[in-house]
């Protein structure tokens, strides 16, 4: 009897490596229904649910954080914005006289930023609704890449033996050049909002 020594013959089928490409295909598929319901969430649902009113500013502080890059020798400093006062509910019901929020910038005793309350202890900046609109495309826009390669892999299950049609593999570049000019703009308006 010989035996013969060296690499086994590659026993896999075409089919079952389309099938795990499928399979891969339709978890970025979920992947991208999870963002676009965390964009619903964090966006819009999150604005409208808050309590709207303003913070009456006592005292704003700068939080510095050092960490050390593993890239370099180099400690990378971060700063945050904290301002402490009272929350006031724009129709009245609300009052907190121990409220703060993360701050674009430092504000002097008195000033009056508006804010909104989200939980029972955290407050946000109030960007208004162009924001919160801004926040939510973000992640919707965000979610058209996995859902373009989820959609290609699922048609096709990343294969080189099934060559994907034209018409598709257009749509899919589109798509992918939608998600990206609108994640630009969307940043850039919850940036400016």
Not at 38 to 66: F, I, M, N, R
Not at 86 to 114: M, P, W
Not at 169 to 187: D, E
Request: glycine share 12%.
């Amino acid at each position: 009897m010989t035996q013969v020594h060296g690499n086994p013959p590659n026993t896999a089928a075409p089919g079952d490596r389309t099938g795990l490409g499928r399979l891969i295909g339709a978890g970025l598929i979920l992947v991208s229904l999870v963002l676009l319901a965390l964009g619903a969430y964090l966006g819009p649902y999150t604005y409208s649910s808050s309590t709207q009113g303003k913070l009456t500013v006592e005292t704003c502080t700068v939080d510095y954080k050092y960490r050390s890059s593993t890239s370099s020798s180099s400690r990378k400093k971060t700063k945050t914005k904290w301002c402490y006062g009272t929350f006031t509910s724009t129709d009245g019901s609300t009052k907190d006289i121990n409220a703060e929020l993360k701050s674009d910038a430092l504000h002097q005793r008195g000033d009056v930023i508006e804010a909104l309350k989200t939980g029972d202890t955290s407050y946000q900046q109030d960007h208004g609704w162009t924001g919160a609109i801004a926040v939510g495309c973000v992640w919707w826009f965000g979610s058209l890449f996995p859902l373009t390669i989820g959609y290609f892999g699922t048609a096709t299950g990343f294969s080189s033996s099934q060559a994907p049609s034209r018409r598709l593999l257009r749509a899919c570049v589109i798509l992918v050049a939608v998600g990206g000019i609108g994640l630009i703009v969307s940043l850039l308006v919850a940036f400016i909002a």
